[in-house]
Structure formats: structure tokens, C-alpha cells
């Protein structure tokens, strides 16, 4: 008998923005991101930025995999639903993986690094701004030599300014110190290989100067 039951979706985050669940897709494990409404907002006015949003990080998405970064590819976009259908990752959040192997080895740390940073380094290159870098928003694929995958770009935006990459690193600095201790050489290796293999790197590292500067005032007048 043809199986007529409905996919079974399985809730695996629900966030501040969005639910993430797993769902079978064409036979494959997927990936549904769904963005909730806000209520507070007018209906007209929410539609539209919730859609704006969606399209902005399927799009996000897809023309970073096409530079060759690794990223979930994108199977569907429902605007009305305001859902993603993407290939879901089989492997680990670089989060994860630190946390189960720290301390990292000197080869290990240098390896990872090299891999975030040259993703980092590609997407800053085509102008794409993450918004979110934490390494919950980064997973390694299974099997030897993983590849690095980038995820999450809900709050990613297009821009061309220095200080806007800028900030999307420092971002990544404050979430490394914050989920895993003793990562200053772990962040500085990512910053060499970010520096050596993209082609603007060097004034992000100048103005990252600046926004350390400034989050350090932040920190200690509150
Ligand atoms: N394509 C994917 N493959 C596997 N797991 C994923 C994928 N996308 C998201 N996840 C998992 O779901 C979590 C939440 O998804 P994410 O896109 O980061 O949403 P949020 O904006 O709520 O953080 C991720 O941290 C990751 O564990
Ligand atoms: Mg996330």
C-alpha cells in the first residue's frame, strides 16, 4: 500500500526568530526554516520585511555556495510560508566539535582556522556580511577531512564597507571567548589565514583594531 502519511517534521530549534525542524524531502533528510510573523507588527508591514528577510538569506545562501564556499543548498523557498527547505548537514557544529576535543592541537587548531577563515575570506570578498558568527553557526561535515559549512545567514546583508566586515569578526571573537576558553591563538590563526587568503582582508584587520577599541570603552563605562 502507497504510503499516504504526511512527512513528520521534528522540531529541532525553536528560536527568537525562526523554528528549525527536519523533515524528509524528495527521500532526503531536510532542513525546514520557518520564520514566525511578529504579532505586534501590522500585517502588511510584517509580511513584507519577513519575506524580505527570507529571500535575503535563501539568497545569501545560494550565491555563496556558488563561490564555492560550502553551504546548505537551498531546495525551496515558500514565501507565503516564509520557509527555507535546504539540504540538511550531516556532520557537527564546529561548536560542538571544539568542545569535545579542546584543547585543540597545535596542527588541528591550525587546520580549522585555515578552513573558517578562507570561507570568511570568500564571503567578504563577494561583499556578504554574516551578521551572526558564532560557531553554532558553523558545522563540519562527517567523514575524514570534513569541510567547513557556513549556516544561518538570518541576519546576513549585502555591504561593501571594511567596518561592517569589520564588526562581523569581532562578533566572532566575543562568541569564541565566550563559549570556549583559551581560544586567543585559535581566533589569531583565523585572522592570519583570513589576512593571507582574501583580497580585503588587511584593512578589515586595521579596522578591527577600531571596534576592539571601541568595545573595550563599551565594557568598561557600561
Ligand atoms: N542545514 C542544516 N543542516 C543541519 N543542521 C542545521 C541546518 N540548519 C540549521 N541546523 C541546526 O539548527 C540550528 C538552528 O538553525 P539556524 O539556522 O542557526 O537558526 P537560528 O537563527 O535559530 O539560530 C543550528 O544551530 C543547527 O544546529
Ligand atoms: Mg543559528
Redesign the pocket.
Known amino acids: 500500500m502507497p504510503d499516504t502519511q504526511p512527512p513528520v517534521a521534528t522540531l529541532?530549534?525553536q528560536?527568537a526568530?525562526?523554528r528549525?525542524y527536519t523533515i524528509p524531502f524528495a527521500g532526503r533528510p531536510a532542513?525546514v526554516?520557518e520564520r514566525f510573523r511578529k504579532a505586534y507588527r501590522h500585517p502588511t508591514l510584517d509580511e513584507k520585511l519577513t519575506s524580505r528577510r527570507v529571500v535575503q538569506e535563501a539568497r545569501c545562501l545560494h550565491r555563496i555556495r556558488r563561490a564555492g564556499v560550502d553551504t546548505?543548498t537551498v531546495y525551496l523557498v515558500d514565501l507565503k510560508a516564509s520557509t527555507i527547505y535546504?539540504?540538511?548537514?550531516d556532520g557537527i557544529?564546529v561548536r560542538d566539535h571544539i568542545l569535545a576535543t579542546s584543547p585543540l592541537n597545535h596542527q588541528h587548531e591550525r587546520e580549522l582556522a585555515t578552513k573558517i577563515a578562507k570561507s570568511l575570506g570568500v564571503m567578504h570578498d563577494m561583499d556578504i556580511v554574516h551578521g551572526d558568527l558564532t560557531t553554532?553557526?558553523m558545522?563540519m561535515r562527517a567523514g575524514d577531512n570534513p569541510s567547513l559549512v557556513l549556516?544561518?545567514f538570518?541576519l546576513s546583508f549585502v555591504s561593501t564597507l571594511v567596518e561592517d566586515k569589520a564588526v562581523d569578526l569581532y562578533v566572532l571573537e566575543r562568541a569564541l571567548s565566550s563559549t570556549h576558553p583559551d581560544t586567543d591563538s585559535f581566533f589569531q590563526a583565523i585572522l592570519n589565514a583570513y589576512a593571507k587568503n582574501s583580497k580585503g582582508g588587511k584593512p578589515v584587520l586595521k579596522k578591527l583594531e577600531d571596534v576592539r577599541r571601541r568595545g573595550r570603552k563599551r565594557t568598561a563605562f557600561g
Open positions: 529541532i530549534k528560536g526568530e525562526a528549525v532542513i526554516k546548505p535546504m539540504e540538511f548537514i557544529s553554532s553557526n558545522m549556516i544561518d538570518g
